[in-house]
């Protein structure tokens, strides 16, 4: 939670004309986003880590799927290596509580997921990132944020997400109108 926490607070105002600053935004916003999913499967019981499928063949266990309990496996059986954030993304809705619809789960928290997936995979994974930031990308991340933490972490003292200057700019035309 606290490295969620701390790469949510790198994410500034959000992005800048500088486009390396914008890189570095999506950045902390997709590993805070990562972080946080990690955090939640954890408190919820569910192992993130990898599972070391030859040793599982080799003692003849049968091959296991995510999510997994903590506990139901012995350290021989996990990698170092933790899930990736796709997975992390894909089986949330197995972690839901029951009450949360699942077309609302879909629309606002697994589309923000993604977007923010999307925009980290990019940054990280390829020289050259193409990502640009618009209001309703905005809001889908932002109602994704807000989302988790009232569907997962309800008791949790949440930060106000930053403002988006798209959205801020659209307002302040529309009000001299």
Known sequence: ??????????????????????????????????????????????????INSKALKKDKIPKQKFPIKLGSLKKKYLLTKTVSFEKLITNLNKITPKQVNNND?????????????????QDIHTPTAYFGIDSLQYK???DAYYSIYKIFLPRINLKKFPRNKLTLFKKSLTSNL
């Open 1 to 50: 939670m606290k490295r969620a926490e701390f790469l949510f607070d790198k994410y500034v105002y959000p992005f800048p004309e500088n486009k390396d600053e914008n890189f570095l935004n999506r950045i902390y916003l997709g590993m805070g986003f990562e972080f946080l999913l990690k955090a939640i499967y954890l408190k919820n019981g569910i192992l993130i880590n990898e």
């Open 105 to 121: 789960f879909q629309f606002y928290v697994e589309l923000g997921l993604l977007i923010v997936q999307n925009w980290r995979n």
């Open 140 to 142: 889908h991340i932002s």
